[in-house]
T-cell receptor, first 115, second 119 residues
């Protein structure tokens, strides 16, 4: 079975531009979460979507938005890019939104560089 | 913000030795998970321990949890060069499982421990 997939693998943008990152969860998984990992730090939670509804949001500005489609894939959009948005963006999927056994499966990430 | 703090930040050992990493956190948790990350790519789930559990084993991995001290440790026995990676603890906060309650999709990660195992 395919794991979590993300596209593109790498992306280079300039300040002020907009970017869309894509994620396909493991088949059957209805929950998708997005994380930002700046070099040298642990991932930070951005959003969780479950059944196409936002179920959680981290401490990120409104420039960050996301959505989940009927097939449970998801997109993360970042507007008005700043240099500080350069990071590895990770997508994770899981079966449930709420479960004390909620193991999350991560994709390989999208490396975003803002120049 | 990072909830957990891993200790040490970096660990260098020889193959065959044991590696111990510690994690401390600040708030009450539902469960704590350990992940491995190779070369800045995706994270691999290693083990999940619930707040009412004290110890779990998985192959060469042993995880302990002390909720009174808000701390956890990950022990890798008989380490191999292939274990070289960054290791992160991640917590899921305590909360009721209902709409509008705790999002179990939200993992709060620590800064990580960089483990280097020399052949």
């Amino acid at each position: 079975d395919a794991g979590v997939t993300q596209s593109p693998t790498h992306l280079i943008k300039t300040r002020g531009q907009q970017v869309t990152l894509r994620c396909s969860p493991i088949s059957g998984h209805k929950s998708v979460s997005w994380y930002q990992q700046v070099l040298g730090q642990g991932p930070q939670f951005i959003f969780q979507y479950y059944e196409k509804e936002e179920r959680g949001r981290g401490n990120f500005p409104d420039r960050f938005s996301a959505r989940q489609f009927p097939n449970y894939s998801s997109e993360l959009n970042v507007n008005a890019l700043l240099l500080g948005d350069s990071a590895l963006y990770l997508c994770a999927s899981s079966l449930y939104a709420y479960s004390s056994y909620n193991e999350q499966f991560f994709g390989p990430g999208t490396r975003l560089t803002v120049l | 913000s990072q909830q957990g703090e891993e200790d040490p930040q970096a660990l260098s050992i020889q193959e065959g030795e044991n590696a111990t990493m510690n994690c401390s956190y600040k708030t009450s948790i539902n469960n704590l998970q350990w992940y491995r990350q190779n070369s800045g790519r995706g994270l691999v789930h290693l083990i999940l321990i619930r707040s009412n559990e004290r110890e779990k084993h998985s192959g060469r991995l042993r995880v302990t949890l002390d909720t009174s001290k808000k701390s956890s440790s990950l022990l890798i026995t008989a380490s191999r060069a292939a274990d070289t990676a960054s290791y992160f603890c991640a917590t899921v906060p305590d909360g009721r499982e209902h709409a509008g309650g705790t999002s179990y999709g939200k993992l709060t990660f620590g800064q990580g421990t960089i483990l280097t195992v020399h052949p």
